[in-house]
DNA sequence: CCTACCGATCGGTAGG
DNA sequence: CCTACCGATCGGTAGG
């Protein structure tokens, strides 16, 4: 018995790799400047092609940023696993975040600001994915703030720490002389305001 | 002597209106989804006549980015004359900041992802501005590691404190129950690692 | 600064 | 998933 022409396993590996080329390219030019005739040509397909896996291009966002967000919410889960230590937590938090901003392919975070683009319910749904993947960041800051190495844990304060590392991506460059390892430290010693680790060796 | 049909002190304002108009929209739906048409209306223009006052659309960001973050880097010098404690000096830089991000209608800062649609050569000269705006932070920075109060003022502090106050154009709403002087105040005390002002009274 | 317009591009679709 | 295509929109310009 021969195989069939279309197997199903590759319809899903189009549609992943659809979604990866979208995200890099809304990360790099923005939603609105990329065209669905980039995405395609990204993936070797034509030009119309795309709308056989998605319904529209806002569909494309936002799958993208939901399922990248899962999968960064589940790299967290996976690098923390194990870790009590407070302090630790947040140094892994904080490492892991930056590499999927400044290293990953998807960097669905840095997405945020592109949901202006989709209607309620859809930024409704990605606002879901944004809080669950931002349930370990603010139990480790409750910790760390139960514990004084934090002054306060108050809602603003998860808000401006992402702030602080998401920002990053639009000044920090692969090819300069600080390393993510170094950002990520200057990061977790500006919060606790210690010296940071790089000082003392 | 009758008055003349046009006066050249008028044009100037146009222009001016153009550019404010630009950087609002510009802000809210990003430079890639702002038509000139767009702006035009915003105005009371035709389509075509805003490329009267600018040669391109990319001239119109170029532009308002510049003379924007010049306008607030005016704004910041004024507000710290005068004022000699570093600590203080920072929450006036922070407060200042945050009111031309969340409350002005320029919000210029904001439009720095938006220069990857414009040339080098139009990069370069925004990246200056940027450069003249970031330097009473510098100063104040250093002055607060000197005197202890802040672990560290190496360059990638800097960029880390306005990244957590930029961000918050993303989330922050002005009809919530947090002020701006509230969130410029967990700002402050998030750097210093101090609690929060509100927290003893 | 307006009128009238152009060429190019874009998201999306029909039909296979 | 491709071919062939459509309607709409957009940045920009000529001429006044």
Known sequence: MPRKKTEPKLEANRRAELLRAAARLFVEKGFAATTTRDIAEAVGMRSGSPFYHFRSKQELLKAAMIEGLDAGNAQLAAAIEGIADPEQRLR????????TLLEGDCRSPLLVSETRALDDKARTEIAAAFDRYQVPWQETLE??????????AAPPVRLLVFGMLNWSSHWYRTDGALTVDALADAAVSMLLNTAPRGADS
Chains 1, 2 share one sequence.
């Open 143 to 152: 910790a760390l703030a139960k514990s004084g190495k934090l002054a306060s």
């Open 92 to 99: 892994v938090l904080v490492r892991t975040h930056l590499g």
